[in-house]
């Protein structure tokens, strides 16, 4: 647009005249109406001169064939003579008072007012004459208000441009050539503009950029501001205009700040264009404002949450409005044109740590960036994760974006997919967890038969990983629809199928899961008329037939792995088929539910007779039903007829409690153990017959075939067990007590020692067994028992657990000294990819030695299948097969193994030196200890029967029963047993998903269990486990053996034999209770243990355990200084007394034990941990409860931080050490870190250990007796105090550095002596890492040297993390900086030599840690350039070769250099570090 003030005037035509015009509507009240006809007449006659004629019968005005010529004329006429000027302006304003006449000059000559330009109407070549173009403007912009009541609002489409004088006005307007008076324009046009009616309002908005100049933008955006606030609707045509204008900078960011201003007010339809403009309007100077604004105050969403919806039945019904997904589609476009919104979004979601600061639209921008494109993915799907496992993106969230949302989310279906099959695939649970419900919704919102198919192949996909945590999760969604959804899945079973194809590589649990999924669907589909539902049922009975009998299909032997799915699947399909809850009416032609039941279990029930641990197998799945679904009575009568026969295989009568006859079997005597019931036993266990015979594999599965009788008496007696409840009194019949003598033993074939430790062994299990189901009696479990019988069961339990500790005592001395593979009671489920489940090898091995032959009672195999299963392949750890390894070809060809001839019995290949070996097994006392690591049992103790939680109640009895004195010590070895079984089973919860040890697997039921169930448990031992806690403790305190006859006493009371040589060790079981209590307790305090919304409550089961933790006194003085002190009853008080007792016991264990010392701290380092986590993820209503705990966390920090510092600094002697310092590395890096991390300034306490104290230790021979204030380092602990100090220096600059660059975003250039700060700190890092590689010039161990490399170049990478904060203070602070980088080149000198020593030595411990460092140090060295040359402060800067040096600065004479000035600089024998990478303008710098 041209702006135009004078043009040169032009010569004049002769005027013609012409009739009269149409009389004026309206006369100018300055004038009469001769005057004005006059002026009328002028202006006609003027406009005639030009080549106008005015007054055209045929309609507009007639134009001269050359317009141009027109313009020129008039305005020619016009500068020339102002007469003219203002006759013509008078006349053309009295002519337009009709309003005929004004649209009669507004169209074009052909009657369009679009014409081309030979085409235009007569006023807008007027307008363009420059002497009138500004009157004639204002006049038209006053005849505008005549024009606003024609025509409403809402009818103003009804209208066309032609009829529409007051768009034509506007439409005039726009786009001139020039404008005379831009300024005055403008301001009469916004003044008009501002009594416009909205349509209008709208139109003349809309072209504002048409029509005012660019140097009037000012006042226009001021205008459109104020009229924004006077009335927001015209928000649409406003940012229209602000989209064409020509802004600066200025204007540009007031532009988006008005438009922000609007989010919090914009009608929801009016959204998607604000958005649109302000995203495409970011830059990179405002994009973090715009996208946090519109995080902020966008809500576009407002559906019910879940169970609103679910309660009102609006779940799908819910009509999705256009406007939001106008809403999607502007964010989605606009995230498409500019990769910096991308980037920006990440980054301020990143940003994000509060659960409470995430919103709903933070869910849909990750949606749409994933939707838009494959680079940035791998992104999105982290950041996606990071939020689900922080709890920042929730459940509710999700709900409320596709719940009653489908037609909105439709579009973004597979993006929703995608995300929900990463999360599915994660390690993490919660991300799983997350991903199990994204699933669940989809399938469920979304009922079109594309989307579940889509669903359903990805859950497959899933299951096809390999990955057990992923397919288990992905099966745990399908049994979740099956349930629910049971009736949707049948017709899409074609797409479900395909999970059969993978059960060979399926854990037990997840089988269970196929089969439920299955079975759902074959009940439903039994029960339909439709021929492809029944078709179903029989497909999937074929397949669980085809696993599970060896004669049918592809399965031609008794694999134990086949078996175990067919099994698993029939059982699941007998739960459903047999569920009394389940009536469903079949055809006369078709058996019923309960026969289909029977004739299955039947089926099972004789393919398990080939094989002991699918019988075993059998029962405990069979037990497991019976406890969790309630079966028609029919089937329940067929399992007890079953199980009946229990007496007759494995029971013999008794005569007034004694044998009968007394027999030998294979040469061994036998005698009744541990009667409880006396002459009145009228029955006991035949242990050592079966054992002997030929029949020895019955005892395999006589726990679980007792463990399902016990299941069945419950089930039919109203859970009274009061049937066989002889049972737990009678005698065991094992083999003579006199075996254990020396002489005895060594009298003893082989074969013979075999029979005994296997003996012992069926008997701990049956013992187990019995703990198991009698303690359901006295557990609280069943409320028909009366008082006396519970006291009599629980003294029977209570002698029972001793009986156990007793024998499994003696069993595990006996294995040690004669070496049984034991066969396998129990099949576990497989978790945690623990490779001990499943060895067919091992199990037929035994099977072979120990049941060739068997009778119908007890059937076995032929010789011939046997071998088959004992040359079976191994499962892998994912239990599929693999290809034969070396030792199982050895095997097939016979051959025995190093670990099988460990591990197997053969009396007569033992030489008389091995004899001579277990000369002294029972001269000596069998010590009583249940630890772990001493116990030849544990690598076995996988194959035991498991302990059920209801056996943790023996906890809770009472310790005084039969005891001959107080001393409470006599019970700590059966408590010890249960607490570490406990312990066990707390592993399993503790760390899912990782690698377990055999210890953490256990039984069906209890793999079956969720953590709130466990915890519910285990709840009431708390007050227990304290208790065992404070008589350990007491007991290694007093330091005093225990009263040998007190043990005596209450094992005799519990009718063991007497066995002179079995004697406990109180030491070692105050030991062991202590540390597994302890350990129990810390395992509480894990993330994954907490239930937190419970802990706000105050009623979790955290602040029952804390306030079983309660120290015995008053906490009144612990808490002193805690102001102002929480309230006796608050989970804060609880606390603090929980970490005051664990204190007193560390201080007081400093005195005698070490290791004792370093669990409690540990302990309290959990306790403090979990405080740390609950006051992270409070928020919102708790901000009073995060008030409280941040009170009692400074407190507790420091308590944790003296108690190391405690431990560190304590004298401690030989005696308490455990064997000196060795081995206890790491126990002391342990220590050391928390010293470090909770001590009051962690910078500070750095360097003056790595600066001052350890370069005194390594200077030294490192003497013993030598402390430096620290006794615990020495030469032993030298090593774990240098790693941990690198570890600690490097997550302090970390933090620095994360800290330093989060502030120059947030607050760009802040306060000089916060800079000068964060320097210093710096500085202190630098010195620190200096101080520890410079220790390497003295210490010449090659394991340290590598630390050096490795963590030097760590912490260069580090440090140049801030280097863009150094260069932006380099100005103001170059003296620092300067030094600081001096400094640390002493370090990566150091490294250097270390490096090149390396390569020379070979020393393959550093060599791999080379090339990562030296890159390291070469962006280290060109970021130093790069800061000189830049801020160009006076320095220079140059580069050099070093001399080849050793670390003690000698120069390697092969690699002197010639170089003058390299020598000159390097020639100093003292100066092996010179400090010279820069220097000021006259010096000179090399570096390296």
């Known amino acids: 647009m041209v702006l135009l003030h004078n043009q040169n005037p032009s010569r004049k035509r002769p005027s013609s005249s012409f009739g009269p015009p149409f009389p004026p509507a309206k006369i100018p009240k300055s004038r009469n109406d001769g005057v004005a006809v006059d002026a009328v007449e002028r202006m006609v006659s003027i406009l005639a001169e030009g080549g106008c004629t005015l007054i055209n019968p045929l309609g507009a005005p007639s134009l001269p064939a050359d317009p141009y010529k027109l313009r020129r004329y008039l305005s020619g006429l016009f500068s020339s003579s102002s007469e003219d000027r203002s006759l013509f302006l008078s006349g053309f304003s009295s002519y337009i008072q009709s309003s005929s006449n004004l649209r009669r000059v507004l169209i074009s000559s052909d009657g369009s007012s679009f014409a081309p330009t030979r085409s235009e109407s007569l006023v807008r070549h007027l307008l363009l004459v420059a002497p009138i173009q500004f009157d004639l403007q204002i006049m038209l912009l006053e005849k505008l208000p005549e024009y606003f009541d024609i025509v409403s609002g809402d009818s103003q489409t009804l209208l066309s441009l032609e009829d529409d004088v007051a768009r034509l006005i506007i439409n005039h307007l726009r786009w001139l050539d020039f404008v005379v008076d831009p300024s005055s324009f403008t301001d009469k046009l916004m003044q008009v503009l501002s009594i416009c009616p909205l349509h209008l309002k709208k139109e003349i908005i809309g072209s504002l950029p048409e029509i005012v100049g660019d140097q009037n933008n000012k006042t226009v955006i001021d205008s459109l501001e104020q009229m924004l606030h006077e009335d927001p609707s015209i928000i649409v045509p406003v940012l229209d205009s602000f989209s064409n204008f020509n802004l600066d900078d200025q204007l540009q960011e007031q532009v988006i700040t008005i438009a922000l201003s609007c989010i919090r007010t914009i009608d929801a339809e009016q959204m998607p264009c604000l958005l649109r403009f302000l995203l495409l309007s970011a830059t990179q100077v405002n994009v973090r404002r715009i996208i946090s604004q519109i995080r902020e105050h ?99 969230m999700l709900d409320q974006c596709i719940y009653g949302n489908k037609e909105l989310a439709k579009e973004y279906f597979l993006s929703l997919l995608s995300l929900s099959e990463y999360l599915l695939a994660c390690k993490e649970q919660k991300a799983r967890d997350f991903g199990i419900y994204m699933y669940t919704l989809l399938f469920e919102e979304f009922a079109d038969t594309y989307s579940r198919q889509e669903v359903l192949g990805a859950l497959v996909t899933h299951v096809g990983s390999g990955v057990k945590s992923e397919v288990s999760s992905a099966l745990q969604v399908m049994a979740s629809l099956a349930t629910k959804h049971a009736q949707e899945l049948i017709p899409l079973s074609s797409h479900i199928n395909g999970i059969l194809d993978y059960l060979e590589g399926l854990t037990v649990e997840n089988l269970h899961k196929v089969y439920e999924v299955f079975s759902h669907m074959a009940l439903l589909a039994r029960s339909s008329s439709d021929c492809f539902g029944s078709s179903i049922a029989n497909e999937l009975l074929i397949i669980v037939q085809k696993q599970h009998h060896p004669a049918i299909g592809q399965v031609s032997h008794p694999d134990l792995k086949y078996k175990k799915m067919g099994l698993i699947g029939i059982l699941k399909i007998v739960s459903c088929l047999g569920d009394a809850s389940n009536v469903t009416l079949s055809s006369p032609f078709q058996k019923s539910n309960t026969e289909e039941a029977l004739e299955l279990l039947e089926t099972s029930l004789e393919s398990c007779k080939q094989l002991c641990l699918s019988l075993i197998f059998f029962y405990d799945e069979l037990t497991a039903i019976l406890e969790s679904r309630t079966l028609h009575t029919v089937i329940v009568d067929w399992i007890g007829k079953h199980v009946g026969e229990f007496e007759s295989i494995f029971l013999s009568d008794l005569d007034g409690g004694q044998l009968p006859s007394r027999n030998s079997y294979c040469g061994l005597e036998g005698e009744l153990w541990m009667n409880l019931d006396g002459e009145i036993s009228p029955i006991c266990l035949n242990i050592l017959p079966l054992a002997s015979s030929s029949q020895s594999a019955c005892l395999q599965f006589l726990p679980a075939n007792f463990h399902l009788l016990s299941a069945v008496e419950r089930l039919t007696n109203q859970g009274s067990l009061g049937g066989i409840d002889a049972l737990l009194g009678c005698p065991l019949l094992l083999p003579s007590s006199k075996y254990y003598s020396e002489a005895e033993w060594l009298s003893l074939t082989g074969k013979q020692k075999q029979i005994i430790s296997l003996c012992l062994y069926y008997a701990v299990n049956w013992l187990r067994e019995l703990l198991n189901a009698f303690c359901t009696q006295v557990a609280g479990r069943f409320e028909f028992t009366s008082q ?151 690598s076995q103790k996988f194959r035991f029967r498991p302990l059920l939680l209801e056996c943790f109640s023996i906890l809770t009895f009472s310790k005084n029963h039969d005891s001959c004195c107080s001393d409470p010590v006599a019970e700590l070895p059966l408590y010890l047993y249960l607490i570490h079984d406990l312990h066990c089973k707390l592993d399993y919860f503790a760390a899912p998903g990782k690698q377990c040890s055999s210890r953490s697997l256990s039984s069906v039921a209890f793999t079956r269990m969720t953590l709130d169930e466990f915890l519910s448990k285990i709840r009431p031992l708390f007050p227990s486990l304290k208790r065992n806690l404070d008589i350990a403790f007491c007991s290694l305190k007093e330091g005093n053996e225990t009263c040998q006859e007190h043990w005596n006493i209450q094992s005799a009371a519990a009718h063991n034999p007497d066995i002179i040589n079995l004697v406990p060790s109180k030491s070692s079981i105050s030991t062991m209770v202590y540390k597994e209590v302890l350990h129990s307790f810390s395992k509480f305090f894990l993330e994954q243990m907490l239930n937190l919304p419970e802990v706000q409550r105050n009623k979790s089961v955290l602040s029952d355990l804390l306030e079983a933790f309660q120290p015995n006194e008053t906490l ?297 460092t030296k890159r390291s140090l070469e962006r280290f060295l060109f970021r130093v350039k790069a800061l000189l040359h830049t801020t160009s402060s006076g320095c220079t800067f140059w580069m050099g070769n070093l001399k080849h040096k050793d670390l003690r600065g000698q120069v390697v004479s092969s690699q002197a250099y010639v170089d003058d000035r390299n020598d000159s600089i390097d020639q100093d024998p003292e100066d092996v570090d010179p400090p010279v990478i820069v220097a000021t303008a006259s010096g000179n710098s090399e570096t390296d």
Request: charged share 25%; hydrophobic share 40%; net charge neutral.
């Open 298 to 396: 966008l809500k576009f969403l407002s559906v019910p949450n879940t169970h609103t919806l679910q309660k009102n039945k609006l779940k799908g019904k819910l009509l999705v409005d256009n406007t939001e997904a106008s809403i999607l589609d502007a964010l989605r476009s606009s995230l498409q044109f500019k990769s910096i919104l991308c980037q920006e979004i990440l980054k301020e979601l990143n940003g994000l740590e509060k659960p409470r600061d995430h919103k709903i639209i933070d869910i849909w921008l990750l949606v749409l960036l994933y939707t838009n494109g494959e680079s940035m993915r791998k992104s999105i799907e982290k950041v996606f994760k990071k939020k689900v496992i922080e709890g920042c993106i929730q459940e509710v």
């Open 1116 to 1412: 009144d003085a612990g808490a002193s200084d805690v102001q102002p002190c929480p309230s006796p009853g608050t989970i804060e008080y609880s606390y603090l007394g929980a970490c005051s007792f664990v204190e007193s016991i560390l201080h007081a264990a400093c005195s005698f034990s070490f290791i004792l010392a370093s669990e409690a701290l540990f302990t309290l380092e959990s306790a403090v941990t979990s405080v740390l986590n609950v006051v992270d993820k409070l928020e919102g209503d708790d901000v009073n409860i995060q008030s409280r705990f941040n009170q009692i966390l400074p407190f507790l920090r420091g308590k944790l931080g003296s108690s190391a510092q405690k431990l560190l600094k304590h004298k401690w002697d030989d005696e308490n050490l455990e064997n000196g310092w060795k081995n206890k590395g790491e126990i002391v890096q342990k220590i050391l870190r928390i010293h470090l991390e909770y001590t009051e300034s962690t910078a500070d306490l750095l360097d003056e250990l790595a600066c001052t104290i350890l370069p005194q230790v390594s200077c030294t021979t490192m003497a013993e007796d030598e402390d430096y204030g620290y006794p615990t380092l020495c030469s032993a602990t030298f090593l774990s105090w240098y790693h941990v100090l690198f570890e600690v220096n490097l997550t302090v600059l970390d933090k620095l550095v994360k800290e330093v660059v989060h502030l120059e975003k947030c607050r760009p250039g802040f306060q000089p002596e916060n800079v000068h700060t964060h320097l210093i700190k710096m500085q202190k890092n630098v010195n620190v890492v200096v101080a520890l590689v410079n220790m390497c010039r003295t210490y010449d161990k090659v394991t340290l040297h590598a630390m050096a490399v490795k963590y030097g170049g760590k912490f260069i990478d580090s440090f140049l993390k801030a280097f863009d904060f150094l260069q932006v203070h380099f100005q103001m602070h170059n003296e620092v900086i300067i030094l600081l980088v001096k400094e640390l080149q002493k370090a990566t000198r150091t490294i250097q030599t270390l490096c090149s020593e390396a390569k020379g030595l070979k020393q393959t411990a550093i060599t791999g840690k080379i090339p990562a």
């Open 788 to 938: 006396s019988t519970k006291e009599d069961i629980t003294l029977k339990l209570l002698k029972r657990l001793r009986n156990l500790v007793f024998l499994e005592s003696l069993l595990n001395h006996s294995i040690r000294m004669c070496p049984v593979v034991l066969p396998q009671l129990h099949l576990q489920v497989e978790h945690c990819g623990s490779t001990l489940i499943n060895q067919p090898n091992h199990v037929g091995n035994m099977e072979k030695k120990n049941e060739p032959k068997m009778t119908h009672e007890c059937t076995s195999p032929n010789k011939r299948k046997h071998k088959k299963i004992a040359k079976t392949s191994t499962p892998g750890t994912d239990g599929k097969l693999h290809q034969p390894t070396l030792m199982d070809v050895l095997r097939k060809a016979g051959v025995e193994t190093s670990q099988e001839m460990t591990n197997e019995v053969s009396s007569k290949e033992r030489t008389s030196a091995s004899v001579d070996r277990q000369s002294h097994v029972f001269n000596e006392s069998v010590l009583i200890e249940v630890s772990p690591p001493a116990q030849a049992l544990e």
